[in-house]
Structures are given as structure tokens and as C-alpha cells.
């Protein structure tokens, strides 16, 4: 049996103010639209639905049989319909973004806090993963978008990548170690203990390609998950740590390596998939990445 949901729903208005007129004013239709609605139901239901007199209407015991199964049904209709009203002015709605930790303490931290003051009622969730694996977060459908990176060898052609910040990566060290005012090529660094992050990272990835772009192969001395970590153990004199120069401060007491080799400037990207449109909430912070020339700093 096809009954259309438009018949439930004036059965429902009905049923509740137990008067065709006021049902009709609310459902902004005419009063013998209503009764040619109750009558098709009832028709197809094979059964009556309303006592009707000249005075009132009441719901037989079938029609209030059926009105049990109904109303939670329309309330959660309209209960959706409220949220996807809420959700498109930002007044409920969530926002799950997947990116690394660094980039979500060292960039994307600030902009956590403006859009919760502007859009409080909506939940911001963070996936923190490498950014290798934050594009797969994005392939599988389980984030709106990602914060990486770039360049990330991982996104394919059905994403769209959109540059937000620029940075440039350098070495650091103890100064007992390398000399603040010296020169140093590559293949000097390379002899050095190496610390760097994992492989499963684009920022490992791309200190490799850098290496062999000069034919130099290196074996790193720690790999780590955490560019805190290399800066700490920097500091301690363990080995030259490659990291984000955002990500280093005056306090840490380490020189930035001269390098006689360019290092070429890489970017924070926006990373969407091209076939899931964004939600309101989504749309709006990105944006605010977008539009925002943001400045990078430590925390």
C-alpha cells in the first residue's frame, strides 16, 4: 500500500486540533482540501478515521490508533527539517576537520576559537592524524575537509585544493653543535643525526625528495610523531631536527641552519572532495581560511 505522506500530515494537524478549519489554516490550504484529504485516506485505509458531527470531530479508536504511530513519525520529520533550518543559519550544526596536530596548535587553533564565538552552537570536531592520513579521512567521507600540508602526494583528481598560508621549513640545532654564521650544504647536514618525522607525514616526504634531489641518501638518526619533540630533543644536542620554522621560538635557544641550497616554500592547503558538497557550517569556515591572511605562530 502507497499512501502519500501529504494525507498523513493533514490526518496529523487534524487529529490534533479535532477541527477542519483550524487544520486547514494551519496547513495554509482550503478546508475542502482538507476533508477530500481525510475522506482519500480513510478510502484507502478502509476504515474511518474521524467521528464527525455538526458540532465537533473526534478521532474513532482506529484513527487514534493510527494517529500513535504517526505523530512520532511527523514530529520527527519536522524535527529534521527545524535541524536542517538550524544548520543553515548556524545555529546548530557540526564541523569535523581532520589535520595534524601541528598545524591544528600552530594555525588552526586561533580560528577554533573566532568561529566558536561567532557560531557557538556548532560543534567543531577534529580528527588529528598525519596528513597522509587525513586525506584518506577525506576519501572515505568521514571529515568535510583537511588542513594539510602540501605538497601531499596522497590527494587525487577528486580533490580540490585551495593554498591558505605559505611557510618555509628549516634545520635547527644546538649551537655547541653547527656554527650560527656558517654555510652548510645538504650533503654536511646529511652526516649529522637526522631528526625528523615519520615517515607517514608529508613533511618527511618532502625532506627526502629534498635529499635526492641532490642524490644524497640519508638514514635518519630518530623519527618521531611529534615536531615538539624535535625541537626538545634539538635542544639537547641528540641531532639537527627539520621542522616547520613556525614552529620554533627565540625561548628554544637553537640556530636555524644556513643552507646553501634553496629550500622552496611550501603551503597549508584547504582540501575538499570535489563530488561532497560542504555543509553551511563547513562552508563558513572555509572561508574564513580562505579569506583570512593569517599569520603563523607559536604558542
Known amino acids: 500500500m502507497k499512501i502519500s505522506f501529504d494525507l498523513y500530515k493533514v490526518f496529523y494537524v487534524v487529529g490534533k486540533e479535532l477541527n477542519f ?32 458531527t455538526t458540532k465537533q470531530v473526534s478521532l474513532t479508536p482506529d484513527g487514534e490508533a493510527l494517529m500513535a504511530h504517526i505523530e512520532p513519525a511527523v514530529n520527527m520529520i519536522l524535527s529534521g527539517e527545524q535541524l536542517m533550518q538550524e544548520s ?11 589535520a595534524s596536530d601541528t ?8 580560528f577554533f576559537n573566532r568561529y566558536h564565538h561567532a557560531y557557538p552552537g556548532v560543534e567543531i570536531k577534529v580528527t588529528n592524524r598525519t596528513s597522509v592520513q587525513c586525506v584518506e579521512l577525506l576519501h572515505q567521507g568521514n571529515v568535510d575537509f583537511v588542513v594539510t600540508n602540501l605538497p601531499n602526494d ?63 641518501s640519508i638514514t635518519p638518526s630518530v623519527e618521531l610523531g611529534s615536531i615538539d619533540l624535535l625541537v626538545d630533543m634539538a635542544k ?9 620554522e613556525f614552529c ?6 637553537l640556530i636555524i641552519v644556513n643552507t646553501a641550497e634553496n629550500i622552496p616554500t611550501r603551503h597549508i592547503g584547504l582540501v575538499t572532495h570535489r563530488n561532497r558538497p560542504l555543509s553551511t557550517a563547513a562552508e563558513r569556515f572555509a572561508t574564513m581560511l580562505l579569506n583570512t591572511d593569517a599569520t603563523l605562530k607559536s604558542v
Request: with cysteine.
Open 236 to 244: 639537547i644536542d641528540l641531532g639537527i631536527a627539520f621542522v616547520p
Open 88 to 98: 543553515k543559519t548556524l545555529k546548530r550544526g557540526q564541523l569535523h576537520i581532520a
Open 154 to 216: 596522497h590527494i587525487s583528481k577528486d580533490m580540490i585544493v585551495k593554498k591558505t598560508h605559505a611557510f618555509r621549513d628549516v634545520f635547527v640545532a644546538n649551537s655547541t653543535r653547527l656554527n650560527r654564521q656558517q654555510i652548510y650544504n645538504l650533503r654536511q647536514l646529511a652526516e649529522e643525526p637526522i631528526l625528523m618525522l615519520t615517515k607517514q607525514t608529508s613533511t618527511s616526504e618532502f625532506l627526502y625528495h629534498l635529499f635526492d634531489t641532490q642524490d644524497i
Open 21 to 52: 478549519s483550524k487544520a486547514a489554516s494551519k496547513l495554509y490550504i482550503s478546508q475542502s482540501a482538507v476533508s477530500q484529504s481525510i475522506r482519500h485516506l480513510e478510502e484507502q485505509l478502509g476504515m474511518a478515521l474521524f467521528n464527525r
Open 248 to 253: 620554533i621560538t627565540p625561548e628554544d635557544n
Open 103 to 110: 598545524i591544528c596548535r600552530y594555525y588552526l587553533l586561533d
